[in-house]
């Protein structure tokens, strides 16, 4: 009861942090009534809080990374803050910003098995609400399509479904305050996966988590010093069968980073702790085509269901200097999993992934350019249906304003033919004939963003 107790104070105390420093003196029309509620809200359509870039999509909100968004959406508000007040604008009013994405792709692949295949696919067609209902309130909505192919497949458009992918409220203003709070929908704070290239990098396959947390954070004012956040949430897998400890909120994590800016660049070196990974989306469904017997700790309530808690780490760093830049992130568990919940090679996993690349951006003609190497390797995670390696190249073009075009080559190498491996007490069983192969991929990908 004790440590209830405890949360509530810190929320309260926190809550209070935001009405305190919070800007009481409203304007109002001569009726009394504030202007906002005369006037209503504003909508936009520029994701840039009205400052447009003409030939960058890398800073525009549907395309930056869905972890650690509320930061992000909070620091461009942060601009937006100061451009009212340098304009004398009433702080008060109320936004409405609408941006998005459309997304592309065509391919040619050489399989771990069969004939060579090729493929053109919609991949992405997602919209952003972003509202801002005072200088200390704000929230997000996204709403992606989702290409999966259904059970029963008519057409291949009968997969032309729409769903909520982030749905989020924010307390946060970094003008006046470095602490901020976000509830909702949200990928909680469990490692970045940033990448410049086609295909996600295999850590995100590992680690990334969407859930309904509650998060508080600390980033320090301006673009250099610590940024920090620790979030809890309640988690689908279950330890045991304690019905009383699985009602509660169950899994944490912490966040502690450093971003420094010199002359001609900047880097970010950031760690991150997760009492239990097992919520990750990639351990939740492995989402394999051909695979059976295990396909992932959310396929039922038996499957949740763990022998203890398997912990994870992630540690990860950037850098930019001139026109190169280099990302590199290290993602693992720290206790290795029961026998009864995943084995590889008949010995307890302790799964683990590595990601890291290398790039270069230059002009061709005024129109900027990209070109970037990455390397991916991973350890014990065949049940979760990822690959051993991953290596590639993807240039990327942006020709048109708001418009990102890319080419990539992509390989994959697979686990050993005499590779093995279990979940949830059930073997798994990837595609036939996938072991001991490698594949090749050259896709190519239109971007538009609004």
């Known amino acids: 009861m004790k440590k209830y107790l405890s949360l509530f104070i810190v929320c309260g105390l926190m809550l209070f942090n935001f009405a305190a420093f919070a800007d009481h003196q409203v304007k109002k029309a001569p009726d009394g009534t504030p202007w906002y509620q005369v006037l209503g809200a504003a909508v936009l359509s520029s994701p840039h809080l009205g400052v447009r870039t003409q030939y960058d999509g890398s800073h525009l909100i549907s395309n930056s990374s869905p972890v650690n968004k509320d930061v992000a959406l909070l620091e461009l508000e942060q601009v937006f803050d100061m451009f009212l007040h340098d304009h004398q604008k009433d702080p008060h009013k109320n936004i409405i910003e609408i941006s998005g994405d459309v997304r592309g792709e065509g391919f040619v692949q050489d399989p771990y098995t069969d004939a060579k295949n ?5 991949t ?8 801002r209902v005072s200088p200390w309130v704000k929230g997000f909505m996204a709403i992606n399509y989702d290409n999966a192919l259904p059970a029963a497949v008519i057409t291949r458009t009968t997969n032309s479904r729409f769903a909520l992918d982030s749905g989020f409220i924010m307390l946060g ?8 709070m976000s509830v909702g929908q949200i ?8 990448t410049y290239m086609i295909t996600d990098p295999l850590t995100e396959a590992l680690g990334l988590i969407q859930t309904r947390a ?4 600390y980033k320090h004012h301006g673009p250099d010093g610590v940024h920090a956040s620790v979030y809890g949430f309640h988690g689908d897998s279950k330890v045991g069968i304690n019905t009383n400890l699985n009602r509660r909120v169950n899994h944490w994590g912490a966040d502690l980073g450093f971003r420094q800016k010199f002359q001609g660049g900047d880097f ?18 492995n989402g394999g085509a051909g695979v059976t017997g295990f396909t992932g700790f959310g396929a039922s309530g038996a499957t949740a269901v763990l022998v203890h808690r398997v912990p994870a780490i992630d540690a990860r760093a950037s850098l930019d200097i001139f026109n190169f830049f280099a990302i590199a992130e290290w993602i693992g568990t720290t206790r290795h999993f029961d026998l009864l919940n995943m084995t590889f090679n008949d010995s307890p996993a302790n799964p683990s992934a590595w990601h890291a690349e290398v790039g270069y951006n230059w002009k061709w003609y005024c129109k900027p350019m990209g070109l970037v190497f990455g390397y991916d390797a991973t350890h014990d995670v065949l049940a979760l249906n990822i690959p051993k390696q991953q290596y590639g190249v993807t240039l990327t073009g942006i020709f048109w304003r ?6 990539e080559y992509r390989h994959d190498r697979n686990y050993a033919v005499a590779a093995t491996a279990t979940g949830a007490g059930l073997a798994f069983v990837p595609a036939a004939g ?7 991929t050259v896709t190519t990908q239109l971007t538009m963003y609004f």
């Open 187 to 194: 990928y909680v704070p469990f490692g970045q996966y940033n």
């Open 402 to 407: 708001e418009t990102v075009l890319k080419l």
């Open 173 to 180: 203003n970094f003008n006046r305050s470095p602490w901020y």
């Open 124 to 131: 992405m067609a997602q919209v952003d609400v972003y509202a």
């Open 118 to 122: 090729n493929d053109i696919d919609l």
């Open 214 to 217: 509650l998060v508080f954070g």
């Open 434 to 440: 996938t072991l001991g192969k490698s594949r090749d």
């Open 268 to 285: 970010d070196i950031v760690a991150s702790y997760i009492n239990n990974i097992t919520d990750s989306n990639g351990m939740q469904a």
